[in-house]
Nanobody, 121 residues
Framework: QVQLVESGGASVQAGGSLRLSCAASGNTFSTYCMGWFRQAPGKQREWVSYISTGGTSGYADSVKGRFTVSRDNAKGTLYLQMNDLKPEDTAMYYC???????????????WGQGTQVTVSS
């Protein structure tokens, strides 16, 4: 079973950019739909984006136009490019793997440990 490790989280000022990475172990990465979720303090975890095995992507309305998801199957790595960051983007960001691309975390059965993104105004 694939294991996921996120990296790239940091503290940035509003308007800045970050790129998160999610490295997968094993050789089955390309067979999974990959998603990004985030959880802010005191709030439920929410879906951010997903990308299918074929490269089809989806975004939450709150990040559409600012975030871009991509994957490199040869490297077994998922990315999230985040531009024009806002204080409300502050959260722990998680990558997750699923057999189907969906916006509900119920469908994702493999999770990373998370990476913290903090955006100051």
């Amino acid at each position: 079973q694939v294991q996921l490790v996120e990296s790239g989280g940091a503290s940035v000022q509003a308007g800045g950019s970050l790129r998160l990475s999610c490295a997968a172990s094993g050789n089955t990465f390309s067979t999974y739909c990959m998603g990004w979720f985030r959880q802010a303090p005191g709030k439920q975890r929410e879906w951010v984006s997903y990308i299918s095995t074929g490269g089809t992507s989806g975004y939450a309305d709150s990040v559409k136009g600012r975030f871009t998801v991509s994957r490199d199957n040869a490297k077994g790595t998922l990315y999230l490019q985040m531009n024009d960051l806002k204080p409300e983007d502050t959260a722990m960001y998680y990558c997750a793997a699923s057999g189907i691309c969906y916006t509900l975390e119920f469908y994702y059965n493999i999770w990373g440990q998370g990476t913290q993104v903090t955006v100051s105004s």
